[in-house]
């Protein structure tokens, strides 16, 4: 099945641990997002890439950092910088086509104790 | 400053009713496209409709229309006939610029929409 696949769904770390969520994707979208959720509120930018080996930095890149060796995949690591890592984290991918909406995948739920 | 204005966090419509989700919204930019997606409990994201600030009439897709008001920054989205699978959190959001590819979304705080049968 064409789509984009997200893991672990659910995570739990300790503080001051480094994680990494997987993003994977066989659509052939060049680019691809990473959003932070946090309750009650809206999505949140971290990074993006348009294409593979490179990516920039959005609204919140602080206490994150990405990669982006191949196409299909952008993983996300959260690092031990990061404040407040407890969220839902939704990855996304475009085509830079038509209306240029997101398809996004279902997300993995941080939580650290 | 906020990009996306929603002020409404919760509404209940009883079932069948039709109902406006509010969303204004703030740009400089004369380019730019306004999107609605869908968050059911499970989390995803699901693209529902969009509109290009220089399409000349409102977004339609089934039960789905946008009721777009470019002077006002208006765009709301109304769903007709509201079925229980309509509740779900409802996020508005806009792209500004045209620059396809780099489709950096600023998404608003969304409305919790609770269909009541």
């Known amino acids: 099945d064409g789509g ?31 959003y932070r959720q946090d309750p009650g509120q809206g999505l949140r930018l971290i990074y993006y890439s348009q294409i593979v080996n490179d990516f920039q930095k ?56 | 400053a906020q990009k996306i204005t929603q002020t ?16 204004t919204y703030d740009t400089s930019d004369p380019s730019y496209g306004l999107f609605w997606y869908k968050q059911p409990s499970s989390g995803e994201m699901i693209f529902l409709i969009y509109q290009g600030s220089y399409d000349q009439q409102n977004a339609t897709e089934g039960r789905y229309s ?31 610029g045209l620059n396809f590819g780099n489709e950096k979304l600023t998404f608003g705080t969304g409305t919790r929409l609770t269909i009541i049968p």
């Open chain 1, 58 to 113: 959005g609204d919140i890149a602080e206490g994150y950092s990405v990669s982006r060796e191949k196409k299909e995949s952008f993983p996300l690591t959260v690092t031990s910088a990061q404040k407040n890592p407890t969220a839902f984290y939704l990855c996304a991918t475009s085509t830079g086509a038509n209306t240029g909406e997101l398809f996004f995948g279902e997300g993995s739920r941080l939580t650290v104790l």
């Open chain 2, 8 to 23: 409404q966090p919760g509404m209940f419509v009883q079932e069948k009713e039709a109902v406006t989700l509010d969303c």
């Open chain 2, 66 to 96: 946008l009721n777009f008001q470019k002077a006002r920054k208006s765009a709301n989205l109304v769903i007709s006939a509201s079925q229980l699978g309509d509740s779900a959190m409802y996020f508005c959001a806009m792209r500004e």
């Open chain 1, 4 to 34: 984009i696949t997200q893991s672990p769904k659910y995570l739990f770390r300790k503080e001051g641990q480094n994680v990494t969520l997987s993003c994977e994707q066989n659509l052939n979208h060049d680019a691809m997002y990473w």
